[in-house]
């Protein structure tokens, strides 16, 4: 059983920093990709940030140019660095690490997509507020 324990949040100012992470531990065969996701009160749940294995990185239009997504393989963790947070970004984070799935390399020898497997922190409360 794979497990994620992600830390970080907090209230902060509008214009300051975070730094969320997200530690892994267990079992955890050929990882896809990190991502960082976010649900702000009566809104979906948004993909903010990914990372794949082989390091290319994807951000939400929204928060490009302001949060990195980075990792550290031999701590098995990944973060978030947020910069001027403005009060929009007040949400729920939650890290995500997509796996193999079970069949997806029957999947892709066959010509279709893999589906992976998906785990999820717990979430943190990220509040940007003067």
């Known amino acids: 059983q794979v497990q994620l324990v992600e830390s970080g949040g907090g209230l902060v100012q509008p214009g300051g920093s975070l730094r969320l992470s997200c530690a892994a531990s267990?079992?955890?065969?050929?990882?896809?990709?990190m991502g960082w996701h976010r649900q702000a009160p009566g809104k979906q749940r948004e993909l903010v940030a990914s990372?794949?294995?082989?390091?290319?990185?994807n951000y939400a239009d929204s928060v490009k140019g302001r949060f990195t997504i980075s990792r550290d393989n031999t701590k098995n963790t990944f973060y978030l660095q947020m910069n001027s947070l403005i009060p929009e970004d007040t949400a729920v984070y939650y890290c995500?690490?997509?796996?193999?799935?079970?069949?997806?390399?029957?999947?892709?020898?066959?010509?279709?997509?893999?589906?992976?497997?998906?785990?999820w922190g717990q979430g943190t409360l990220v509040t940007v507020s003067s």
């Open positions: 995500n690490v997509r796996s193999q799935g079970p069949l997806d390399t029957l999947r892709t020898i066959r010509g279709g997509q893999p589906l992976g497997l998906d785990t």
């Open positions: 267990g079992s955890i065969f050929s990882i896809n990709s």
């Open positions: 990372i794949t294995a082989g390091g290319s990185t």
